[in-house]
C-alpha cells in the first residue's frame, strides 16, 4: 500500500524515466568504509528502482568522473569531512549537478558541533554546556578550565567528526589531558559534561515542504558498554527499539526539538538528531546528522520503513525529489 504521504508515482516522475544517480563515497574521512558501505546498500536500491546508478570514489578524479558521466542527480553517500561539511556540496553547486542532502550552508553548520550548538541555543533547544580545546593549545591548562567549567565527569567529541570516532568519555573522571591528546589528533575538540542516561535518536525527512518526523528510537548496548564504532556498525552490538518505550508525551518533545534543528539549521531533504534522556526525563539534544548512514545497521533507514517509506522507496524518492529540485 503507498504511503499516505507519497504522491502519486505520476506526480513524482514517469515511470519509464530511468534516472543516472552518482554516488559519491569513501574520501579520506575517517569514516570512508562506512560510507563505502551507505553507498553499496543506495546503488543497489536504486537499480532494483530501475535507475542507472553508480558509485564513484571521491578522490583526485572524482570531478573528470562526474563530468563524463554527467547524472541526473547525485546522491552523497559520505560521512565525516569533506563529504558531510559544505566542501563536497559547493564542488556539485559549481558544477551545477542537483544532489540529495543539504546544501553548503546547512552541511557546514551541522558538521560543526559547536556553531550547531549555538544554533540551538538560539532557537531554546535543550543542550549541555562546553568548552572547545583547539589544536595547540595548552592541554594542561585546558584540563585545568575544564575542571572548573565541565567539571570531571566528561565526554570529549571531535567537533568535525561522526560515528563516535575520536570521542572519549571520562564517566568517573580521570586524566583529562591524556583524553584531551586522544581526541585532539581529529582537530578542535568540544567537551560536554558526562550526563548519564538513555540514547534516543529521531530522524526527519522534508518532502516538497511536507516535514515528517520518525518514531523515536532508543539505542541499547550491552551493560557497561555506549554507542561507539564497534556497537554502531557491527551487527548484534546494539538493540534499536523502535518506537522507544517511553511516555507519549515525552517522544513528541524529543520529535518536536528533532523537527525544530532539522529547521534552525537550515537542512533539506534529511537528517537525524540525537538526544540523551536521564531518568527525571531531561532531554539533552547532542547533535545532528544532515547525511544519517544507510548502512543494513543504520538507524535513519529504521526510522523512515516506520514511518512507509522502505528502504527502496526512500532512496528513490530522495534522487526524485533532488530531480526535480534541479530542474526548478
Not at 534499536?240 to 524529543?254: D, K, T
Not at 534529511?270 to 539533552?284: P, Y
Not at 543494513?296 to 517509506?309: D, K, N, R, T
Amino acid at each position: 500500500r503507498r504511503p499516505r504521504y507519497l504522491k502519486p508515482m505520476s506526480e513524482l516522475q514517469d515511470p519509464n524515466l530511468a534516472l543516472r544517480i552518482a554516488i559519491l563515497a569513501g574520501g579520506s574521512s575517517a569514516e570512508a568504509q562506512v560510507s563505502r558501505n551507505s553507498a553499496a546498500q543506495i546503488e543497489q536500491a536504486l537499480v532494483d528502482s530501475g535507475h542507472k546508478a553508480r558509485v564513484i570514489e571521491l578522490n583526485d578524479h572524482c570531478v573528470q568522473a562526474l563530468l563524463t558521466m554527467q547524472p541526473d542527480v547525485v546522491f552523497p553517500a559520505l560521512h565525516g569531512p569533506p563529504g558531510e561539511d559544505g566542501t563536497v556540496q559547493g564542488m556539485l553547486e559549481m558544477l551545477h549537478l542537483p544532489y540529495v542532502g543539504s546544501d553548503v550552508r546547512g552541511s557546514a553548520l551541522a558538521m560543526d558541533k559547536a556553531i550547531a550548538k549555538r544554533v540551538f541555543v538560539r532557537q531554546g533547544l535543550p543542550v549541555s554546556g562546553d568548552y572547545i580545546v583547539r589544536p595547540g593549545d595548552d592541554l594542561s591548562a585546558a584540563a585545568e578550565a575544564i575542571q572548573v567549567h565541565v567539571g570531571s565527569r566528561i565526554a570529549l567529541k571531535p567537533l568535525n567528526q561522526g560515528s563516535a570516532i575520536g570521542v572519549q568519555l571520562l564517566p568517573n573522571g580521570g586524566d583529562i589531558a591524556a583524553a584531551l591528546r586522544g581526541s585532539i589528533e581529529y582537530g578542535s575538540c568540544l567537551v560536554e559534561p558526562y550526563i548519564e542516561g538513555r540514547e534516543m535518536t529521531v530522524g526527519v525527512l522534508q518532502l516538497q515542504g511536507e516535514r515528517l518526523v520518525h518514531p523515536v528510537i532508543e539505542i541499547r548496548t550491552p551493560v557497561g558498554e555506549w554507542y561507539d564504532y564497534e556497537h554502531r556498525y557491527t551487527a548484534g552490538q546494539s538493540e534499536h527499539v523502535i518506537p522507544a518505550s517511553i511516555s507519549q508525551e515525552l517522544g513528541h518533545r524529543l520529535q518536536t526539538i528533532a523537527a525544530s534543528a532539522h529547521e534552525a539549521l537550515g537542512l533539506r531533504d534529511l537528517s537525524r538528531a540525537d538526544f540523551i534522556v536521564t531518568e527525571q526525563d531531561e532531554i539533552f539534544l547532542l547533535e545532528v546528522n544532515a547525511l544519517p548512514g544507510m548502512t543494513p545497521v543504520s538507524l535513519y533507514p529504521e526510522g523512515a520503513a516506520a514511518i512507509g517509506f522502505p528502504f527502496k522507496l526512500l532512496v528513490h524518492t530522495l534522487v526524485i525529489q533532488a530531480f526535480q529540485r534541479g530542474r526548478s
